[in-house]
């Protein structure tokens, strides 16, 4: 439990301080002041400055923060600027850079969770490997008194054809079969010991959900693939953006769900959930630990970047009407839209961490197998 606790935390702190340090590069670049970054949340522990910038350690070791110089004059900050210091130090305050400027600062933090992901995704393929699909569909078992069972089909086989169809996919042998319910099929199997042989098999129209229409289980075969390092980040980048896309579909389809049926989907976890994943994939090994985090890195990003206020999709928005309309939105306006978006995030946090509470105190898993 304890080193679950460590690894969930140290988690949290490794995602957010990636983030916040692609807004603190960024600033920096620009030449725009970094006040404090600081690692966890405060109330300050410690802090010391080093040029014109603090670095602090905070008390609740939770991910970090950056504080930019005139950043609530954007409408999003949380220290007041004085008009005289305004005046005096003009060029180096965040809201009076170029919309450009402030878009990138901004968007530069989920930039960076997604190159986490891509970086670990990519040493995982290169050091690692990834699992390829074979063609080599095998019988793991059989339903006693099923179909399969009274066909002579025994565990191990390996299934060649079936009506003359080569067989290469588990999917592909489901859906011929799902075609054929109550008609009779020709399989052609090979054995270790018999060899190879055809046998005949009718699956059901009815049967048990959790036996199937044969009432065989089967699997796939699949092969380790190192890439070459030079290859790895092109396919780590490939392989982000299709889970960024699985991802951002399932965020609509969540929130889909609460909203229409006033209900969280049952394969959604909250931190309650996602710390009992994280004890999971410890005992699994080190890579499933890094193939975690740039999951999470990836769904950070994702979240990140919606145009909720509160987020840095809230900022990113009220920068970009700022650009099309060259006007500042108004500093209530946006303050107010800020706090409405982090009242609504947070109730949307509380409502999923009472999701996984209740599945605690019902024993059920908290992450469905």
Same mark, same amino acid.
């Given at each position: 439990m304890?080193?679950t606790i460590?690894?969930?935390?140290?988690?949290?702190?490794?995602?957010?301080?990636?983030h916040?340090?692609?807004? +603190?590069?960024?600033?920096? $670049?620009?030449?725009? &002041?970094?006040?404090?970054?600081?690692f966890?949340?405060?109330?300050?522990?410690?802090? &010391?400055k080093?040029?014109?910038?603090?670095?602090?350690?905070?008390?609740l070791?939770?991910?970090?923060?950056?504080?930019?110089?005139?950043e609530d004059?954007?409408?999003s900050?949380?220290?007041k600027?004085?008009?005289?210091?305004?005046?005096?130090?003009?060029?180096?305050?965040?809201?009076?850079? *170029?919309v450009?400027?402030?878009?990138?600062?901004?968007?530069?933090?989920?930039?960076?969770?997604?190159?986490?992901?891509?970086?670990?995704i990519?040493?995982?393929?290169?050091a690692? @490997?990834?699992?390829?699909?074979?063609? %080599?569909?095998?019988v793991d078992?059989?339903v006693?008194?099923?179909?399969?069972? %009274?066909s002579?089909?025994?565990?191990?086989?390996?299934v060649?054809?079936?009506n003359?169809?080569?067989?290469?996919?588990t =999917?592909q042998l489901?859906?011929? =079969?799902?075609?054929h319910?109550?008609?009779?099929?020709?399989?052609?199997? %090979?054995?270790q010991?018999l060899?190879?042989? =055809?046998l005949?098999?009718? *699956?059901?129209?009815?049967?048990?959900?959790n036996?199937g229409?044969?009432?065989?289980?089967?699997s796939?075969?699949?092969?380790?693939k190192k890439? *070459?390092?030079f290859q790895?980040? +092109?396919?780590?980048?490939?392989?982000?953006?299709?889970?960024?896309?699985?991802?951002?579909?399932?965020?609509v389809?969540?929130?889909?769900?609460?909203? =229409?049926?006033g209900?969280?989907?049952?394969?959604?976890?909250?931190?309650?959930?996602?710390?009992?994943?994280?004890g999971?994939v410890?005992?699994?090994?080190?890579a499933?630990?890094?193939?975690?985090?740039?999951?999470?890195?990836?769904?950070?990003?994702?979240?990140?970047?919606l145009?909720?206020?509160?987020?840095? @999709?809230?900022?990113l928005?009220?920068?970009l009407?700022? @650009?099309?309309f060259?006007k &500042?939105?108004?500093?209530?306006?946006e303050?107010y839209?800020?706090?409405?978006?982090?009242?609504?995030?947070?109730?949307?946090?509380?409502?999923?961490t009472?999701?996984?509470?209740?599945?605690? $105190?019902t024993?059920?898993p908290?992450?469905p197998k």
């Amino acid at each position: 439990m304890l080193v679950t606790i460590i690894v969930f935390l140290l988690i949290l702190s490794v995602l957010v301080l990636v983030h916040e340090a692609g807004h +603190f590069f960024s600033a920096k $670049f620009f030449g725009i &002041k970094v006040e404090e970054f600081g690692f966890g949340l405060p109330p300050r522990a410690f802090g &010391k400055k080093f040029g014109e910038t603090i670095y602090s350690i905070n008390w609740l070791p939770i991910g970090g923060f950056v504080k930019l110089y005139g950043e609530d004059e954007a409408g999003s900050g949380s220290v007041k600027v004085s008009q005289k210091e305004i005046k005096g130090d003009l060029s180096r305050a965040f809201f009076a850079r *170029p919309v450009w400027q402030r878009f990138i600062v901004v968007f530069a933090g989920v930039f960076m969770n997604f190159v986490l992901a891509v970086t670990i995704i990519s040493v995982l393929f290169s050091a690692v @490997g990834v699992p390829i699909p074979g063609n %080599k569909v095998t019988v793991d078992a059989i339903v006693k008194g099923s179909p399969a069972d %009274k066909s002579g089909l025994k565990v191990g086989d390996w299934v060649l054809t079936i009506n003359g169809t080569s067989i290469t996919s588990t =999917t592909q042998l489901i859906t011929i =079969t799902k075609q054929h319910l109550g008609e009779k099929l020709e399989l052609k199997v %090979k054995n270790q010991k018999l060899g190879t042989e =055809t046998l005949s098999i009718t *699956p059901r129209k009815k049967y048990p959900s959790n036996e199937g229409a044969m009432g065989v289980a089967i699997s796939q075969n699949s092969t380790i693939k190192k890439y *070459p390092w030079f290859q790895a980040p +092109f396919v780590g980048t490939k392989e982000a953006l299709s889970e960024t896309g699985a991802i951002a579909n399932g965020l609509v389809m969540i929130v889909v769900q609460i909203f =229409t049926k006033g209900s969280v989907p049952s394969d959604v976890a909250g931190p309650v959930g996602i710390a009992e994943l994280t004890g999971t994939v410890v005992g699994i090994g080190p890579a499933a630990v890094l193939s975690f985090v740039s999951l999470l890195s990836l769904n950070l990003a994702i979240i990140n970047v919606l145009p909720i206020p509160a987020l840095d @999709g809230g900022r990113l928005l009220f920068i970009l009407i700022e @650009g099309i309309f060259r006007k &500042k939105v108004n500093q209530k306006i946006e303050g107010y839209a800020h706090a409405i978006g982090m009242a609504i995030l947070l109730i949307l946090i509380a409502l999923i961490t009472l999701h996984d509470l209740f599945r605690v $105190f019902t024993g059920q898993p908290l992450i469905p197998k």
